[in-house]
């Protein structure tokens, strides 16, 4: 099994930076891809960055050029630096893997991020 946890929200002003951390524990061998998605009271949980084994990415337009997804293989962690923050952005953010023994996805509990106008 894998856990994930995430860290680094909060609360900033517009044109702010924030970092987010998702630490991986337990099968992390098995971690094929791993995302952060977004979520608002009423919508959908939509994807904002993800990042495969070997190191690709792809964003949602919407953010593209202002945040960037990492990942440190040796820390099991994934990371998610958001610059130029808007008022848009305001929503719990989750960490995301898909794993690949088994072939299930896993979630961490969510960390909120609030921007300010």
């Known amino acids: 099994q894998v856990q994930l946890v995430e860290s680094g929200g909060g609360l900033v002003q517009a044109g702010g930076s924030l970092r987010l951390s998702c630490a991986a524990s337990?099968?992390?061998?098995?971690?094929?891809?791993m995302g952060w998605y977004r979520q608002v009271p009423g919508k959908q949980r939509e994807l904002v960055a993800g990042?495969?084994?070997?190191?690709?990415?792809n964003y949602a337009d919407s953010v593209k050029g202002r945040f960037t997804i990492s990942r440190d293989n040796a820390k099991n962690t994934v990371y998610l630096q958001m610059n130029s923050l808007k008022p848009d952005d305001t929503a719990v953010y989750y960490c995301?893997?898909?794993?690949?023994?088994?072939?299930?996805?896993?979630w961490g509990q969510g960390t909120q991020v609030t921007v300010s106008s």
């Open positions: 995301n893997a898909l794993v690949v023994a088994g072939w299930y996805t896993t």
């Open positions: 337990g099968s992390t061998f098995n971690i094929k891809l």
């Open positions: 990042i495969s084994s070997s190191g690709i990415t």
